[in-house]
Structures are given as C-alpha cells and as structure tokens.
C-alpha cells in the first residue's frame, strides 16, 4: 500500500500544480471572430496571463480579455481612466495630443468620451470628457466590424481577465503579441 502511495503522489501533485496554474496564473483563450484583424484571427488559441495585473497596471494598446458573461472577447485597450479620448477624421486623440494608432485596420468613426458614456447612459449622467476611474475604452483592430466599447459601454476593470500574451495557435505564428 505504501509503495503505491509514493507511486501516485507524483501524479496528484502535477494535477494540483495544473490546476493551479490554469486557475490562477495562465489559461488558454479561443480568439473568435475577425474583430482583431490583421493582429489576431479567427480560431487562434492565445495564452491569457491572469497574473499581470495583479503585478502592473493596465497599459494603453494592451490586448485584453474580457469577460462578457457566457463569452470572453479579445480587444486592445485605448483608454484608461482618467484619460480625454477622442478620435476625430479618423485620428486618435488622447488628453489632447494626436497618438499614432499603427494598430486599427481601416477607418475608425468619430467618437469621444460622452459617445461611450452615452450607450449605456442619459444626458445628465454623461457630463464628463474623462472615462471614469475602474472603467476602460477598447477597441477591436478590425473597426468597422467590431463590437467594442462604441457599441457596449466602457469596460469595468473587473470584467477584464487578463492581458493576451502569447499566441499557440496555429503554429506557425507562435509568439509574443504585440
């Protein structure tokens, strides 16, 4: 009996060592549908580090994931809290100043802070040019199809799982994501 008890504890332990991994540091991601092209495509499998941020802060242009209740959906993060977001002739403007968006596949609609807040807000309770603290603006890199945060809202902190660091699917385009 002992000797099969030192045979399996090898086993139980690379199991909890597994679990505890995917639980809490690193789980595989499915990207689904073209909303992030030409930067990730349809059925990619990505790596999610769920533990990035609990060690830095969300990052501008940041691939994130977020969860949406019975689906999780890959965009980039383009504005952080407290930042003045506005694009304008298609160009992107962040406190003010013009930021290159080498990301964006073709032509972004004009927007601002009051637009996103205006989705899922009244008038009277979008009287801001900042997003709000705890919330964030995300866009797919595929503008003209994507449902990101011109159509849902502004992002809660706490719906966003983790940062998309590492593409294992296909392999021929293994690697770190930009």
């Known amino acids: 009996m002992e ?7 090898p086993y139980i332990i690379i199991i909890v060592v ?12 499915e990207v689904d549908g073209s909303s992030m092209e030409d930067t990730l495509h349809d059925n990619e499998l990505l ?3 769920k533990i990035t941020y609990a060690v830095s802060d969300i990052k501008r242009f940041d691939i994130v994931v977020i969860d ?3 689906e999780k959906v890959v965009k980039r993060v383009i504005g952080l809290p ?3 977001i506005e694009y304008r002739e298609n160009m992107l403007f962040i406190n003010g100043e013009r930021v290159e968006d080498i990301y964006a596949k073709n032509e972004t609609n004009d927007f601002d802070v009051k637009d996103i807040c205006l989705i899922k807000d009244t008038i009277d309770n979008c009287n801001y040019n900042k997003v709000p603290e705890g919330k964030y603006i995300v866009l797919g890199d595929n503008r003209t199809i994507s449902a990101d945060s011109r159509v849902n809202g502004f992002i ?3 719906d966003i799982l983790g ?6 699917w296909p392999l021929n385009k293994i690697g770190l994501i930009n």
């Open 47 to 49: 790596l999610l580090s």
């Open 18 to 29: 597994v679990i505890l991994l995917r639980t809490f540091i690193i789980t595989p991601v």
């Open 68 to 70: 949406k209740g019975e």
């Open 163 to 168: 940062k998309a660091v590492f593409r294992i």
């Open 156 to 158: 809660e902190e706490k």
């Open 3 to 9: 000797k099969i008890i030192k045979e399996i504890i």
């Open 82 to 84: 407290g930042d003045e």
